[in-house]
């Protein structure tokens, strides 16, 4: 099982920026994924941004790519999502994700509000 525990989110104004927080309790190179996902209302969720360990690949959606920054620190085994130029559209709950031996987990979900 995988534990993961996010913090970081609040509210902002447009064009502000947020850093978001995913603390697993399992090194990340364990892991088969590692990244972000978000659901604002009325929308199913969707993919943010992604990191392959085994390739050490990252994907972003095109909607945050440029904006967005997934990094790692290793010896935390924490990921993080640095939110530069926040947008209205970007408001929605922000939740990790880890898969493991083809389940997936998930975090608590963090709330992030971009105000106009």
């Known amino acids: 099982q995988v534990q993961l525990v996010e913090s970081g989110g609040g509210l902002v104004q447009a064009g502000g920026s947020l850093r978001l927080s995913c603390a697993a309790s399992?090194?990340?190179?364990?892991?088969?994924?590692m990244g972000w996902y978000r659901q604002a209302p009325g929308n199913e969720r969707e993919l943010v941004a992604r990191?392959?360990?085994?390739?050490?690949?990252?994907n972003y959606a095109d909607s945050v790519k440029g904006r967005f920054t997934l990094s790692r620190d290793i010896a935390k085994n924490t990921v993080y999502l640095q939110m530069n130029s926040l947008k209205p559209e970007d408001k929605a709950v922000y939740y990790c994700?880890?898969?493991?031996?083809?389940?997936?987990?998930w975090g608590q979900g963090t709330q992030v509000t971009v105000s106009s």
């Open positions: 399992r090194n990340i190179f364990s892991l088969n994924t």
């Open positions: 994700r880890a898969k493991y031996i083809e389940t997936d987990y």
């Open positions: 990191f392959i360990p085994s390739i050490s690949n990252t």
